[in-house]
């Protein structure tokens, strides 16, 4: 199978940063799109960013300017360095993988079990 494993969250005061990682492991033959996605009480799990294997990045019009995605195919990970935070960015974050691999080489979803980032003085 495979694994998505997050680390970095915590809390935070607003302007601060905090830098999230994941790293997939198990049985890996590619991994294409890799992301976070987050998800504040009450609302529904929405995109922050994504990048391709090829280094193309999408954000959240939220999180243009201050958050900033990255990945290092050869360790199969995924980073999401978070400056300027603000209360509203409180929520679980959520890595997200797209992977051809697994007990069957299929392609599919992959979740990570989540990290709680809090914003707050």
């Known amino acids: 199978q495979v694994q998505l494993v997050e680390s970095g969250g915590g809390l935070v005061q607003p302007g601060g940063s905090l830098r999230l990682s994941c790293a997939a492991s198990?049985?890996?033959?590619?991994?294409?799109?890799m992301g976070w996605y987050r998800q504040a009480p009450g609302k529904q799990r929405e995109l922050v960013a994504t990048i391709t294997s090829g280094g193309r990045t999408n954000y959240a019009d939220s999180v243009k300017g201050r958050f900033t995605i990255s990945r290092d195919n050869a360790k199969n990970t995924v980073s999401l360095q978070m400056n300027s935070l603000k209360s509203e960015d409180t929520a679980v974050y959520y890595c997200n993988a797209d992977v051809l691999g697994g007990s069957t080489w299929t392609r599919r979803d992959y979740w990570g079990q989540g990290t709680q980032v809090t914003v707050s003085s």
């Open positions: 198990g049985t890996i033959f590619s991994i294409y799109t």
